[in-house]
């Protein structure tokens, strides 16, 4: 829909061609029949023969000169009279990361009787899903998590905690710098990203399945030897200056930063980004440290691989690359830092950035104690919602260029119902918008859904429900190993639900997650 949208713009901007595809094939199919390489030559030489438009950016501070017309003209002119020298032959790549491991056999190894995924349980403790799966060929996505997250950290060496995964992740690994792990990844499809929220620790990876061991190297040495090159360090945290040097003319950021403290005040656990302050006190010995808390102990993650492999070869790399993890030193729980939810109404205007556009989100946190039931019945709700408010508010009023809304029934640290609705638009319609959005949420949960609306809602979900990938499968590897309660079983259950669920259980929901009495709004609009 986006592509045909985008041709019929340029059709009454500039006068381009309107097709349907099959014309469209056929065309382009005769220019490509027609292309020669002196065509293709012209086309560069039409490109890079033209003086260069320097654009230079930077933030609005002090302590930071950015070039002026004249030095960037220096620059360039000087460009021809630039001697490059011959890059020296870099060291010969090693073909692989590490040497493979003694493999340490698991202690218990099962198989599911009703999906057919294998879990293998090592001594260290880690345990290890392995999914055989041809929804993608040759590709392999694995999930790593555990509890813990920044809610084990202290207050002080939350800065750290909040960056270390980002350092890590640009600093290589074991013995190899990002330069050597670049070269020894040429050609190779795997990549392996560390992350920490307030309640857990973990890693997405993915591979080829033809790179499938390459990847086993890398998660292992990333929990094992993690690097935090100065190079590394000193790029992440002057992007974070960066951002704090430019946070008025950021709305985005400081969107956020109104939402997070309407919710938890001056709570110093809970910022959206770390503070000057925060930075030019940055230890990398306490992210070092942290890190190994956090990713060192096998015990305390779960390791889910789904994917296009088979079964036999990868419980082989598993024992190798993982059994021989560190592990059984904690519990891997999590600390419980989050407040209540406001109980009033909180209204924050926000002035930041420049132009036209606003932007004005509400959101809503209440306790709830989601079921299957209900969380397959939330998926509904957020397709009716977004569905009369876009209807309503963008078709019928023209007063928002985007608006939607989404439905979280989380259950850690708090088991909550975080629901929110964010609209762009007009600022100065950033009023009559909440005034509707009010209104319609109101209606919702005094009238229910109409039958046209709830059977829509329902049709889409069912195509949703269709549409499962590596992912889904491994999250709910991953949600069945840290909520028993919540069995992989519910991927296949939740088709069933969609035909027995009521538009009064759709009235009943929508009245439990917006509760229009304790929210909070935050509106965006420009500097004046």
Do not use: C
């Not at 349907?20 to 030559?41: H, K, M, W």
């Not at 350092?167 to 670049?182: A, E, F, K, M, T």
């Not at 919702?444 to 039958?451: E, T």
């Amino acid at each position: 829909d986006l592509q045909f949208t985008d041709q019929i713009v340029a059709f009454h901007l500039t006068g381009t061609n309107l097709m349907n595809p099959g014309q469209r094939f056929d065309v382009e199919s005769g220019i490509l029949a027609r292309l020669t390489s002196e065509d293709v030559e012209m086309a560069l030489w039409d490109i890079v023969g033209r003086p260069p438009v320097v654009l230079t950016l930077g933030p609005d501070d002090p302590g930071i000169e950015i070039p002026g017309p004249e030095r960037v003209l220096e620059v360039l002119a000087g460009l021809p009279e630039v001697q490059l020298e011959d890059r020296p032959d870099a060291d010969p790549v090693e073909t692989e990361l590490m040497a493979s491991p003694h493999p340490i056999l698991p202690e218990r190894t099962s198989v599911d009787p009703r999906f057919g995924f294998t879990t293998l349980q090592f001594g260290n403790g880690a345990i290890v899903y392995l999914w055989e799966s041809n929804i993608a060929t040759e590709a392999v996505f694995g999930l790593v998590e555990g509890f813990g997250g920044t809610s084990l950290v202290d207050l002080g060496d939350l800065p750290e905690a909040f960056l270390m995964s980002e350092i890590v992740g640009r600093s290589g690994v074991g013995d190899h710098d990002v330069p050597s792990l670049r070269r020894a990844l040429a050609g190779r499809i795997v990549g392996v990203s560390p992350f920490i929220t307030e309640t857990r620790q973990g890693l997405e990876v993915d591979s080829s399945s033809q790179d499938v061991e390459t990847l086993f190297q890398l998660l292992h040495l990333t929990l094992t030897r993690p690097r935090f090159d100065p190079s590394a360090v000193d790029a992440v945290l002057d992007e974070m200056r960066t951002l704090n040097a430019s946070r008025r003319d950021l709305p985005d950021l400081l969107f956020e930063e109104a939402v997070s403290g309407a919710y938890y005040g001056d709570d110093p656990r809970y910022f959206v980004i770390p503070d000057s302050e925060q930075l030019s006190d940055f230890d990398v010995a306490v992210a070092e440290r942290l890190f190994t808390e956090r990713f060192g102990d096998a015990s305390k993650l779960a390791f889910a691989f789904v994917g296009d492999f088979d079964t036999a070869e990868m419980a082989d790399l598993a024992a190798r690359y993982i059994g021989t993890l560190p592990g059984g030193i904690g519990d891997g729980g999590f600390l419980d830092h989050q407040p209540l939810p406001p109980r009033t109404v909180q209204t924050v205007t926000v002035e930041a950035g420049a132009g036209d556009q606003g932007q004005i989100g509400m959101f809503f946190t209440n306790e709830f104690e989601a079921t299957l039931v209900d969380r397959v019945t939330a998926q509904v709700v957020e397709l009716i919602v977004t569905a009369r408010l876009r209807e309503r508010i963008r078709e019928d009023l023209s007063a928002t260029y985007s608006i939607s809304a989404s439905i979280d029934l989380q259950r850690d640290p708090d088991a909550f119902a975080e629901a929110s609705i964010v609209s762009s638009g007009d600022p100065s319609g950033l009023e009559q918008i909440s005034t509707e959005i009010v209104a319609d949420i109101e209606s919702l949960q005094i009238d229910g859904p109409s039958q046209a609306e709830f059977g829509t809602a329902v049709e889409q979900l069912r195509d949703e429900l269709e549409l499962v990938d590596n992912r889904l499968l491994a999250t709910a590897l991953i949600t069945a190993h840290l909520y028993p309660d919540q069995p992989v079983s519910e991927i296949a259950d939740a088709y069933s639900i969609v035909d027995e669920i009521t538009p009064e259980q759709v009235r009943e929901l929508a009245g439990a997650v917006f509760d229009l009495g304790q929210r909070i709004e935050v509106r965006q609009v420009p500097r004046s």
